[in-house]
């Protein structure tokens, strides 16, 4: 790369280039670029943080208080100075476990295990930030070394290519935003200390990556995560570098795209509409970041970018489980949400977010925000939020709680669109979380690769806490990226109180049958106990009906004459489903599970079936067991009678009596499948007369409670 076209895309007359702009009219190009790193020093836009004690100061913190986490960066740097690269950072989007070493030149553009993203993360370069915090942390020049010589060398190995080229592996245009952060990143840790004519390459190459994501935007990106993450990087580097000739233009148009992108892409009850809490994260980390480079320049943003981003934050908190993790729906791993939160709590000042971040600032936010940070974070006081439960019914996302504790019952429903390539056929799935363990759960993405077929196995149906009519899949895959024909959600209805969470949910994936299948599922949660399943289809003719329950890794059994199934965790929670519905069968299988990219383990789970002649209801109670309990409830299935004494059949209504272990406390259920419209719909069950389509009665003492939704 020429260093000298610095003296082409530089902003010569900028107060404070006098010198740099003398040195170059009299043909001193190196004295010029001498000058222009002077100029940077002392305007300190490129230091860690503004005050000179503070890195001392933050370095100090780190080295006593988060020893842990510093020793394990140190690790890290020590592979990339070797040039083995392994991808474990938080919110890296495509993990690795296993290291490639390069041993002499590192091939930029080199695909492993027939994955491209392996390599568009090499060229992502978020170890070099690695790399920085190493190096302040030891102050040992290997670290320096390493990274002059790979950036060095990757701008070298790199050009720019020409507008019209977006498909190469090193530059696609979303690798060039997220690279620009991360250089951003990871310059202030070694700007003092580089050669001029390096950082003046750096500057260049910087300038030349915002021109090319500057001239790459169009109308897909405007709906696409791609668009808030190449102009995050633009926005970012424009801000810092105003010297640049088109700085100015470059803020205001990445202010403008940004903008865009927050109104058409996340939904007014702020859930990104690609359905992949990844993708979310990986959305609103961008917001944030905007915000306080904004607020630190004093720059002013759209104001719905900033309400967008508290938004998302807000669906974040009530989408984290009790463990503080994400739900794996769609193409998402599990990863730990409270960072996001404590970045959120920190930049929005917000106690109620500070409830689903850490207790103190996390490693990675107190390099972010600095002593200064932390000192807000821990004046922030912490407000528990005022519900527990919540819908989120544009994006078609509900979540049950019995409270926020990390042992307190947590479920999460989906009954919304499918969300594009990122998406996977998860209508009607649902994730169960209960006394601080995973108890039914989303199976993951793997990869993004059509080679290997746990990628098509994991987003179908059939790998989701969902049903299937036929063996049908509900939506069809075509590809890693594509389906053919989309099931669409038709309609969600959602109640909550003190005593109860209702919410149900159908979808039209089996209305092009010959014989037209409606599916609707009903969850309840008799808080903060269990939670009652009701699947239902709608059709005239004969089909077999399948139900999926997967769980995570560990030992499951089944009852072949109960038709129970239970998880077997030692010291741990389990959970027992319990089925209401006559007739059924059930087969314990072994599947896989994918907790984080590129990462795969064996588990267990259970297919309930019934093939049956028109309308059919399957009913289950889903009881969730404390580690330190060992007695569960007796459940049993109770007769219905009409107001005239006659038996009602189980294709009008089912109930069930939960007998817990004192024998003090009973509560009988009952679901009509249809609401009451008359005198006749009102019946008897154990002695009880109801009148209404979902009925709790609860017992103590011969004391009884009627709850009605």
């Known amino acids: 790369m020429d260093s000298t076209k610095i003296f082409q895309i530089l902003d010569l007359d900028y107060p404070g280039l006098e010198q740099v702009k003398i040195a170059y009219a009299e043909g001193r190009a190196r004295d010029a670029f001498i000058e222009i790193k002077k100029y940077f020093i002392e305007q300190k836009r490129l230091s860690l943080f503004m005050k000179d004690d503070e890195n001392t100061k933050l370095v100090s913190l780190i080295k006593n208080q988060y020893k842990c986490e510093a020793e394990r960066v140190i690790e890290r740097a020590n592979q990339v100075v070797q040039q083995s690269f392994v991808f474990q950072e938080a919110w890296d989007m495509e993990r690795t476990n296993i290291p490639v070493t390069f041993d002499n030149v590192i091939e930029w553009d080199y695909v492993p295990y027939e994955d491209q993203e392996w390599a568009y993360m090499l060229n992502r370069h978020r170890y070099w930030i690695t790399l920085g915090q190493a190096y302040l942390l030891t102050k040992n020049d290997i670290y320096l070394h390493a990274y002059s010589s790979q950036i060095g060398d990757w701008i070298l190995s790199n050009p720019t290519p020409s507008r019209m080229e977006t498909n190469l592996v090193t530059w696609r245009t979303i690798e060039a935003g997220i690279r620009c952060s991360n250089w951003m990143n990871a310059l202030p840790y070694f700007f003092d200390r580089l050669e001029p004519e390096l950082f003046v390459t750096i500057l260049v190459s910087l300038y030349e990556q915002m021109d090319y994501i500057a001239h790459s935007y169009n109308s897909w990106k405007a709906v696409s995560n791609w668009g808030v993450l190449e102009n995050h990087g633009l926005f970012k580097v424009a801000l810092t570098f105003q010297e640049f000739k088109n700085s100015d233009q470059w803020v205001t148009l990445s202010i403008e795209r940004l903008k865009e992108t927050a109104f058409l892409q996340v939904m007014k009850d702020g859930i990104h509409w690609e359905q992949s809490p990844m993708y979310h994260n990986e959305v609103l980390l961008s917001y944030l970041d905007v915000i306080y480079l904004s607020n630190k320049h004093k720059v002013s943003l759209a104001p719905i970018i900033v309400d967008i981003a508290q938004k998302m934050a807000f669906a ?394």
Request: proline share 4%; net charge negative; charged share 20%.
């Open 316 to 709: 974040d908190l009530f989408m984290a489980k009790p463990n503080r993790c994400q739900p794996m729906k769609g193409d998402s791993d599990n990863f730990d949400l409270r960072d996001v939160l404590t970045m959120s709590s920190i930049i929005f000042k917000n106690g109620v977010l500070k409830t689903g971040g850490y207790e103190r600032i996390d490693y990675q936010n107190l390099w972010t925000f600095g002593i200064e940070g932390k000192q807000i974070y821990e004046s922030i006081q912490p407000i528990e939020p005022a519900a527990t439960s919540a819908s989120f019914e544009h994006s078609g996302n509900f979540f049950m709680r019995s409270g926020w504790n990390k042992e307190d019952l947590y479920l999460f429903f989906h009954c919304g669109q499918l969300g594009g390539g990122h998406g996977h056929a998860d209508l009607l799935h649902f994730d169960i979380h209960a006394y601080g363990k995973d108890l039914l759960t989303d199976q993951g993405r793997y990869n993004y690769c059509d080679s290997y077929e746990l990628r098509k196995q994991l987003k179908q149906g059939s790998a989701h806490n969902t049903t299937l009519v036929d063996n049908i899949e509900f939506t069809e895959y075509v590809d890693t990226w594509s389906y053919g024909r989309v099931a669409n959600p038709t309609a969600t209805k959602w109640i909550t109180d003190d005593h109860y969470d209702y919410v149900e949910g159908s979808h039209n994936g089996y209305w092009h049958l010959e014989d037209p299948v409606h599916v609707q599922r009903r969850i309840l949660f008799v808080k903060p106990y269990y939670w009652v399943l009701l699947d239902e289809f709608f059709c005239k003719g004969e089909h077999s009906f399948t139900q999926f329950f997967h769980f995570p890794p560990g030992k499951v059994e089944v009852n072949h004459m109960t038709k129970k199934s239970s998880t077997l965790f030692e010291d741990e929670a389990n959970l027992h489903i319990f089925p209401i519905t006559e007739n059924v069968e059930v087969q314990l299988k072994k599947g896989f599970i994918s907790y984080e990219y590129n990462a795969a383990e064996e588990n267990f789970y259970t297919e309930y079936s019934l093939v049956s002649k028109g309308f059919t209801p399957i009913m289950h109670v889903l009881f969730p067991q404390c580690s330190n309990n060992d007695s569960i409830p007796v459940i049993s299935k109770v007769d219905i009678l009409n107001i005239a004494g006659d038996l009602v059949l189980d294709n009008e209504a089912l109930a069930c009596k939960i007998l817990f272990p004192d024998s003090s406390i009973e509560h009988i259920i009952v679901i009509c499948f249809k609401p009451p419209s008359h005198h006749s719909m009102s019946y008897i069950v154990d002695g009880t007369q109801i009148f209404s389509e979902v009925t709790i009665i609860k017992r103590s003492n011969k004391e009884e409670v009627i709850v009605v939704k």
